[in-house]
């Protein structure tokens, strides 16, 4: 047990610092927490995490290796990246003004996209499965480990973001300065997160 435990825990931890700090998918969530709280925050969750899993097992099966051979298409994917992201981000300027409220609300097919699409999703699916599956042997442990754990962990965190925005909302209250600080916060990290990868 102690063998598996330490086998595996380098690359555990590695993926609980990875989900757990902020990037564009949590500042995202902090600020539809904050915007429209938890529960209906749900389905934009839930397509965050289906969109993620599906970008683990492209990677399992080889994306990466592609990606790496054909580099032009992550200059592409840089640029609808940051549009996509952003435009997420500015849907919700407006949000606090109670007429356009749900006009702002993310669901699940905004978030089915929004990790695919990020260059820090892409940059910890590069890592853990170039470095960290180096020594496994087996089938389990690149089909549905690595998977399997961005899941599980995606899932505490997405919902722990959700919430922290959520409490936002309910300490101070949800005005355009704040709502507008989330956004720009947001946008920063995006256009932040693509810099670091180019």
């Known amino acids: 047990m102690y063998e598996i435990f330490s086998q595996y825990f380098p690359l555990w931890i590695f993926i609980l ?5 902020p990037g564009p998918a949590n500042l995202l969530l902090l600020s539809s927490g904050a915007q429209n709280g938890f529960i209906k925050t749900i389905p934009f969750i839930s397509g965050l995490v289906s969109g993620k899993l599906f970008l683990n097992i492209l990677f399992s ?18 640029y609808i990246s940051v549009i996509y992201m952003i435009w997420l981000s500015l849907r919700g300027w407006n949000a606090h003004k109670k007429e356009i409220y749900n006009e702002s609300i993310l669901g699940y097919k905004e978030g089915l996209f929004v990790h695919p699409l990020s260059p820090k999703t892409w940059a910890m699916c590069l890592i853990a499965f ?30 722990l973001w959700c919430l922290i ?3 936002i909302n309910k300490t101070i209250g949800l005005n355009s300065y704040l709502n507008r600080v989330l956004i720009f ?14």
């Open 17 to 21: 610092i990875m989900v757990g700090t």
């Open 61 to 78: 099966l080889g994306l990466g290796i592609i990606i790496r051979d054909y580099s032009i298409l992550l200059k592409i994917f840089t």
């Open 130 to 159: 170039s470095k960290f599956t180096e020594d496994f042997t087996g089938i389990f442990e690149i089909y549905f480990l690595v998977p399997t754990s961005f899941f599980v962990l995606q899932i505490v965190f997405h919902n």
């Open 185 to 198: 916060i947001t946008v920063g990290t995006v256009v932040w997160a693509i810099l670091l990868v180019n």
């Open 165 to 167: 925005g959520n409490s």
